[in-house]
């Protein structure tokens, strides 16, 4: 017997089952007696979501019969497997329809036909059903047995998703049909006064209703028409009250609890004024309404009224009326971004506690996916009537279909959506409570893993697939929802989205297009035709023109477009690249619309589009790691004119990402950012990046310099070589269009000769000159060695040991000053570190400076103030050597450095903002003085970067143009028309620097 009872118990584990001993006892019920035994009724049983509750209801029911009513079911659950698999299945998957079935046994017979019929019911087979039910209870009861069909067709897997949803809605509105019937039999004499429209919305509109959902409604009502056919009408007053009247019967019928249980609530909350609102209108009182207060969220939810019960003739009217405004809702003023924000709210209302098991409304629900979708409906459907579909997954079809969506995103979404909604299902199933909330505890888990087909681990599963799905509907929603370009679309009309009329003409002059004509020609270049290429331009173009026009040059920034997509429009990810990813698309127009430096090199390499798909793709590169690219690089290069090339296309590259996400950060405004960058972090990120590139580029021309003198490997430098990076390329402080100031320094190896070693040194020097002097259309990087020995009379490498002798003998302080910004950059750097040892003495002396010795750097300073400040030009917004400029702050923080550096260790640094910063700590400067010469530095640098940007040149001085005055303006961050007052602060800042300048530099 023990054996026996082992034996059971452990087939009974095996089978699923978590309490066996119940089990157990359950199957020695007399209800059972019979099939106790039975394999196949055990084996049936371990296939249910939960074989502990479906032997439980199985009891239950049999329990519920007389004899031979059990022995009939008994029977069939035997040997009919498709009833069998049918019942037990609803009764493992839902505890509330056991509860159903042990109150109405004789229901059981409604899931015994399988015709056509009963496979797919629609709206009329569900009225045949419900017709006989005269009484709220019988109602209940009604919908219940339907819904036991539809629950096994379901766990079944006879339906999926989509189907089941839709026998919901169906189902739904043969209820509500039903219940007004009731109503109107409850209240014959004001169904009588009225004609009663119910607009079903939502997901009852929709028709991909869930379990247990609110059934969202409005109501819509006119008097009745008079018998004698004139058209006399009753007294709208009275016809509203009476519909009022018959509208809150037929939601009780719904909504109210009996000893039957409820069927659902009926939500009328969406109609105009909401719950303030009157809950029953005329039609013409509803389209006044729309007209002059709906909000933005209110045409979102019309998107999927349907008129489901009540005169159907006049809830085709109310849709009829509504539908042109739903489809215009989008050409709103702030449509996308209100609706964005009413999505935020939703997520904002979730207690914390429950946010990580909200199925609907948390990130990477169900929500997400449908405010996503229903967005893009609206803002593409107003011309695209192929958009318009109310069901979510057909909609998404249909986005997919028109390139508004790419297919593979489309199908991950279908997949997620399909996922998250059959977890729901399941969940609400249990127990027929409207909830969202996955459950928590272990038994749950495991019956919702294992009711999705999970049986192996069903509760890990769950989670994982779960989790995945989760992450990756959340990825997709801020991909499409929040993608940018939708809030320009949605301001564009009709004529406009198709680009191809004189009103666009007009529309791009407004948008300060110069040339309107020309801009008409490279729009029809690039989207006419019937390609998936031309759809996806047309999606892409409203947008970018809008774009394109809130810069300073809009014609400039379409030519560069039609460039970049004429040079990448047949590679299959770059259409792709701005449509999919985020803003990339916004940052291709900011980057394109805002001068010539970045376009300039993007026509060059129109394959760095690619950098601007995320974030990480524009940040700048360690320096370290570039120079290795470029060594390698050089390394494969046949000749010194081919590695030079090559090293050319690396820095060409990263020049551009650098200069992209300067820009894209200086405005912030694309979907990843929290706003600008402080333009001091933005000066310091592009100061290292442009010298970790200049080095890069200088150690490349370097190894090509030798190997070009020494013919390879095969014949070794009879010297070290180490570069010495000067002035702004020492400090790390380039900007766009910096001269790299170095030295060269060698030594000869041992055993070499050392005029050998001199002579090489120098060839090197020059080759390396001569190969980054060669011409290109990239901006050019200008080798100055000017402030070496003896300037240009002086040789261009030296030893190390000369560079000692000579320091030791004929330094002047302007020497020692320059060789405050020293640093090794290239070649040696063991050698150049021995050079930084040599030179400490002189540009940290121990005793300071004396007062001759600042006399004299002041007279230096003066007299370059006089002598080369270019003829004409504006000392108060000169960026260099004007007032209270870069020379200014740069000379003063200089004077500090040589005078206390020594004693003060802080102080040694190359770097002009980082030594202000030490001076402050060590007090040699007060907190108000340090702000100050610190931003008029950052503003001074930030306006030759600006120049650089906009021209493609350099230059020290605003532009004269007025376009290119205003890109810069807009680059520190002045909107359009505010030329005077970038002007206007400029100089009042540098006078203010100028002012604390002369206190320290020629006072202190």
């Not at 006892?25 to 007399?30: K, V």
């Not at 129109?606 to 590169?621: F, H, I, K, T």
């Not at 570039?626 to 030079?644: K, W």
């Amino acid at each position: 017997m023990q054996g026996r009872r082992s034996s059971t118990f452990s087939r009974l584990l095996r089978h699923g089952f978590t309490d066996a001993a119940a089990a157990e006892r359950l199957l020695q019920d007399d209800a059972l007696a019979g099939v106790r035994g039975d394999p196949v009724l055990l084996e049936a049983l371990g296939a249910t979501a939960d074989p502990d509750q479906a032997l439980l209801g199985l009891v239950r029911l049999a329990e519920a019969m007389d004899p031979g009513e059990r022995r009939t079911l008994l029977d069939t659950v035997t040997s009919a497997k498709p009833l069998r698999d049918r019942l037990l299945g609803v009764m493992g998957a839902s505890e509330a329809l056991c509860d159903h079935l042990s109150r109405h046994p004789a229901d059981w017979h409604a899931l015994v036909t399988y015709e056509a019929r009963d496979l797919h019911p629609g709206v009329e087979e569900f009225e045949e059903r419900l017709a006989s039910v005269r009484t709220p209870d019988a109602l209940r009861a009604a919908y219940r047995r339907c819904l036991l069909g539809i629950a096994a067709r379901d766990v079944c897997g006879t339906n999926d998703l989509v189907r089941t949803a839709a026998e919901l809605a169906d189902l739904a509105t043969a209820t509500l049909r039903a219940a007004l019937a009731i109503a109107s039999t409850e209240l014959p004499q004001d169904a009588a006064a009225c004609r009663l429209a119910v607009i079903g919305m939502g997901k009852c509109g929709g028709h991909e209703l869930n379990y247990v959902s609110d059934v969202d409604v409005i109501f819509v009502a006119e008097p009745a028409e008079a018998d004698d056919g004139e058209g006399t009408a009753s007294d709208d007053t009275a016809a509203l009250r009476a519909a009022t009247r018959l509208a809150v019967r037929m939601m009780g019928v719904c909504s109210e609890t009996t000893a039957e249980g409820t069927i659902w609530p009926v939500d009328p909350n969406l109609r105009p004024e909401g719950k303030n609102g009157p809950l029953v209108r005329t039609l013409s009182s509803h389209l006044a309404y729309y007209r002059r207060w709906a909000k933005t969220w209110e045409f979102q939810a019309l998107l999927k009224a349907r008129p489901v019960a009540g005169d159907m003739a006049l809830g085709a009217d109310y849709v009829e009326a509504i539908r042109p405004m739903v489809w215009q809702a989008a050409e709103r003023e702030n449509f996308v971004i209100d609706v964005q924000e009413m999505r935020r709210r939703v997520v904002d209302t979730i207690p914390a506690a429950q946010l990580a098991r909200e199925l609907k409304l948390g990130p990477g629900g169900l929500r997400d996916v449908e405010f996503a979708v229903q967005l893009l409906q609206l803002v593409h459907g107003r011309t695209d009537t192929s958009l318009r579909s109310p069901t979510t997954l057909t909609a998404l079809a249909e986005l997919a279909a028109g390139g508004y969506v790419g297919r593979a995103d489309a199908a991950s979404l279908d997949a997620a959506y399909r996922f998250l909604r059959l977890m729901e299902h399941r969940i609400q199933l249990q127990k027929m409570r409207r909830t969202h909330l996955v459950p928590d505890d272990e038994a749950g888990l495991r019956r919702l893993g294992r009711g999705l087909g999970f049986r192996s681990e069903p509760v890990q599963t769950l989670d994982r697939e779960w989790k995945r799905h989760a992450r990756e509907v959340r990825r997709l929603h801020e991909k499409l929802f929040y993608r940018p370009l939708l809030d320009a679309v949605a301001q564009l009309d009709r004529d406009e989205t198709r680009l191809s009329t004189e009103a666009a003409r007009t529309r791009l002059q407004a948008l300060g297009y110069a040339d309107p004509v020309a801009a008409m020609r490279h729009l029809e270049a690039l989207a006419s035709g019937v390609s998936r290429k031309a759809a996806i331009q047309r999606t892409l173009l409203p947008v970018l023109l809008g774009w394109f026009a809130d810069s300073a040059d809009p014609d400039a920034g379409l030519l560069g477009f039609r460039k970049v997509s004429d040079a990448l429009g047949k590679t299959p990810w770059y259409l792709r690249l701005l449509r999919d990813e985020g803003a990339a698309a916004q940052r291709l127009a900011r980057v394109l619309s805002s001068g010539r430096l970045a376009p300039d090199l993007l026509m060059r390499a129109p394959e760095a589009v690619a950098l601007l798909g995320s974030r990480d793709g524009l940040v700048p590169r360690d320096h370290q790691a570039l120079e290795q690219e470029v060594l390698a690089a050089v390394g494969r290069a046949d000749t010194p004119e081919q590695a030079i090339a090559a090293v050319r296309g690396v820095r060409r590259r990263e020049l551009f990402r650098t200069a992209a996400g300067d820009l894209i950060d200086t405005y912030g405004d694309d979907e990843e950012s929290d706003g600008p960058l402080d333009p001091a972090v933005l000066v310091d990120r592009v100061g290292t990046a442009v010298y970790g590139l200049t080095s890069a580029t200088v150690a490349g021309a370097l190894r090509a310099a030798v190997n070009a003198v020494t013919g390879g490997d095969a014949h070794p430098l009879p010297a070290r070589l180490a570069v010495i990076g000067m002035g702004r390329f020492g400090g790390r402080e380039l900007g766009y269009g910096s001269d790299a100031d170095v030295m060269f320094v060698y030594e000869a190896r041992e055993g070499a000769d050392s005029g050998d070693a001199g002579r090489a040194a120098l060839a090197v020097a020059n080759e390396l000159r001569r190969l980054l002097q060669i011409p290109t259309a990239d901006p050019p990087l200008l080798i100055d060695a000017d402030l070496r020995p003896e300037g240009k009379s002086g040789p261009l490498a030296r030893s190390l040991a000369s560079y000692e002798a000579y320091y030791r003998r004929w330094s002047l302080g302007w020497e020692s000053q320059a060789l405050l910004r020293a640093l090794p950059v290239a070649g040696d750097l063991e050698l150049g570190q021995r050079f930084v040892a040599l030179i400490d003495p002189l540009r940290y002396p121990e005793d300071g400076l004396d007062d001759e010795a600042v006399r004299e750097i002041r007279r230096l300073k003066a007299r370059m103030e006089g002598e080369r400040m270019p003829r004409g030009a504006d000392r108060t917004t000169h960026a260099k050597l004007g007032r209270g400029g870069l020379s200014d702050v740069e000379w003063t923080v200089q004077l500090l450095q040589l005078r206390h550096a020594a004693r003060l260790p802080s102080l040694r640094t190359t770097g002009t903002r980082a030594a202000l910063a030490a001076a402050r700590a060590e007090d040699l400067i007060g907190a108000d003085d340090l702000r100050i010469l610190d931003e008029a530095w950052v503003l001074a640098t930030r306006v030759r970067n600006a120049v650089m940007l906009v021209r493609g040149r350099p230059g020290d001085t605003f532009p004269g143009d007025g376009r290119e005055l205003a890109a810069v303006g807009r680059y520190l961050g002045y909107p359009a028309g505010h030329v005077g007052d970038m002007l206007e602060q400029y100089r009042r800042r540098t006078r203010r620097a100028r002012a604390v300048m002369e206190r320290l530099f020629y006072e202190a």
